[in-house]
């Protein structure tokens, strides 16, 4: 979804070198960051409701939910559609 209103943001629990690891090996072109050693009882993890990895969560720009689980296929399903949503609205005002 190059040059559209979209961010995507990793969050791991890894400890810090195989996060680090995967970062390059996988070439993640996204922002990560590191939650701690506390898995899922971490701050972040805690305050957005993830029970275990890989959670994916998909914000809209107000930070609504619409979706969090485990299914990429889904999840880039409904940014796709809410990214159009958002650039076709912008297009109208134009």
């Not at 922002?31 to 914000?59: D, E, H, K, M, S």
Request: zero cysteines; a positive charge; proline letters at 6%.
């Amino acid at each position: 979804m190059t040059g559209k209103p979209f961010v995507l943001i990793g969050v791991n629990s890894d400890p810090v070198d195989r996060a680090k690891k995967a970062v390059a090996e996988n070439e993640l072109q996204w922002r990560n960051f590191w939650a701690g050693p506390q898995a899922t009882r971490g701050p972040i993890p805690t305050a957005w409701g993830v029970t275990g990895w890989p959670t994916i969560v998909v914000l809209d720009a107000d930070m609504r939910i619409h979706y969090r689980g485990h299914d990429g296929n889904k999840a880039t399903k409904v940014a796709e559609a809410l990214v159009e949503k958002l650039v076709a609205g912008q297009e109208g005002k134009q």
